[in-house]
C-alpha cells in the first residue's frame, strides 16, 4: 500500500468519469477497496482519507473533479 497509489487513484477518479462512476456505484466500503484493488491500485481507505487533510487549495482541485468529501467516501457514520 503507498501514498503514491492512493494519489494516482485520486487523480483518476478525477479525470475519468466512467471510472468516478464505477467506484462510486458500489455502496459498500469493503466491496468499493476490493474494486479498486481489482483496477490496480494498492492503496487503502485510510491513504486515501489522508490525502483530505491536504490544504483548501488541492482539496479544491480533487473536489473540481467531481470527487466527493470524507463522507461521500465513507458513507454515512
Do not use: H, N, Y
Not at 487523480?11 to 468499493?32: N, P, T
Not at 473536489?63 to 465513507?74: L, S, V
Amino acid at each position: 500500500m503507498s501514498a503514491e497509489q492512493a494519489k494516482a487513484f485520486v487523480e483518476k477518479m478525477k479525470s475519468d468519469e466512467a471510472f468516478r462512476a464505477k467506484v462510486m456505484a458500489e455502496e459498500d466500503l469493503e466491496a468499493r477497496m476490493a474494486l479498486i484493488g481489482t483496477e490496480g491500485f494498492d492503496c487503502s481507505a485510510e491513504e486515501i482519507a489522508s490525502l483530505q487533510e491536504l490544504g483548501e487549495a488541492e482539496l479544491d482541485g480533487v473536489a473540481g473533479g467531481g470527487w466527493c468529501d470524507q463522507a461521500c467516501w465513507f458513507g454515512p457514520r
